[in-house]
């Protein structure tokens, strides 16, 4: 399914981030050695009346500088009307209403999507009365909330809800390998799809999707069926040099939602940037598949330790993605490009892998067995039973007493007991503690 996009716009200090924190109800951190993980993140998928959508801080893509305020605010709003399904332009009610506010005002009515004009920092019923002065804007769509306060915040996202578009997927869709190609602008992207697609001498058949541009490409490889997702976008990239940097992430969240198995494209001459974590921390997050495809491979000079030395800084980059297969390729050249496919089709069979439940518990014991949990507030941690209750990626619940006070550290240990036992290459697990009944 194609995640719909949510953003906050609006000047700085009108409550951007407080309002995404409050939707996004802040996880606790993950991990220490996710680095781009849990740093400053501003764009995150978030449920609301079990419906999923993206939602971005738009604040959080501001160029450092603040004294180009009002050229600022128009290139945020743009990229905002661009790019997302539902505007919600933050104004400050205590401040009151601001020229640059009034000149946003006047694009976002243009714009042919639902937007949403919200007076926040209404904290009581005085301040509504405050808030009257917006009312002179003559918008649809005008609320008030305290995001601070919580008041306001589910009549909106009520309202947000029901303005999403809906999306469905074709059975067709549900069969194939879905494959997101993403990394930064310049990896080599558009090179690699455009290779991919002739090396497999497919035709293209580009079935528009649903939103602007985004059109995805079918393509057959030994009797398989796969789905490119949004080539559209990545070969409009091509052209347009300009989109900023930070916000084509933008463009990966959205493809990698809908994947099976992605494909984070680094560029050989240039190693690991601290994007690249970025996306890949949110591939693994949203537990993809992965592989890691090393492009421009014939552009540096090589010796026997090349290959090492890569694989090292990329193990050390991105330790949380230690099962994830790396390739080294030339999208110019052609080298080694038949390897990705191969890569695709290994990791997709551990993503939909299922084990039986007896197999699981004869290596599940065993691992509880050799190294037991730390006792929680003094009392022993049992374990019951494990199962596996999904794929896409493989998740198992584990029966035990403390389902609450389970050890991160612990969890970990289990998945690399598991990915032992069973392989799971390339593909993300998750664990789900319950307590027994
Ligand atoms: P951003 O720059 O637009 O992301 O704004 P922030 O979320 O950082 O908020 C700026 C300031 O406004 C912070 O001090 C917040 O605590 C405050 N703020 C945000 N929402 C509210 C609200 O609903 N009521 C009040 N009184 N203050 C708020
Ligand atoms: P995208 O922005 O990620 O889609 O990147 P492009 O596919 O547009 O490639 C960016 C630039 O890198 C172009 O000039 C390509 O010709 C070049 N490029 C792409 N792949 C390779 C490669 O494997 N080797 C070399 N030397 N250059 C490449």
Redesign the pocket.
Known sequence: MILPIVAIVGRPNVGKSTLFNRLVGRRKAIVDDMPGVTRDRNYETVTRFDVPFILIDTGGFEPESSDRLLQQMREQSRLAMEEADVILFLMDGRAGLNPADVEVVEMLRRVDKPVFFVVNKVDGETLEVAASEFYSLGVDNLLTISAEHNRGVRDLMDEVVAALPRRTTSPEEREATKIAVV????????????RLLGYERVVANPTPGTTRDSVDTWFTCNKKRYLLIDTAG??R??KTTQKIEKYSVVDSLRSIERADVVLI?LNAEEGVTEQDERIAGYAFEAGKACIFVV?????IEKDNSSVGRFVDKIRTEFKYLAFVPIVF?????GQRLNRIMEEVDKVMAQFVKRVTTSELNRVFSAAVESHHHPLVMGRRVKFYFATQVGTRPPTFVIFTNRPDGMHFSYERYLVNKFREAFDFTGTPLRLLFRGRE
Request: glycine residues 12%.
């Open positions: 990394g930064r602008p310049n990896v080599g992207k558009s090179s690699l799809v455009n990545i070969r990239k091509g494209v492009n421009k491979w014939d552009a390729v030339s999208a110019q050249t």
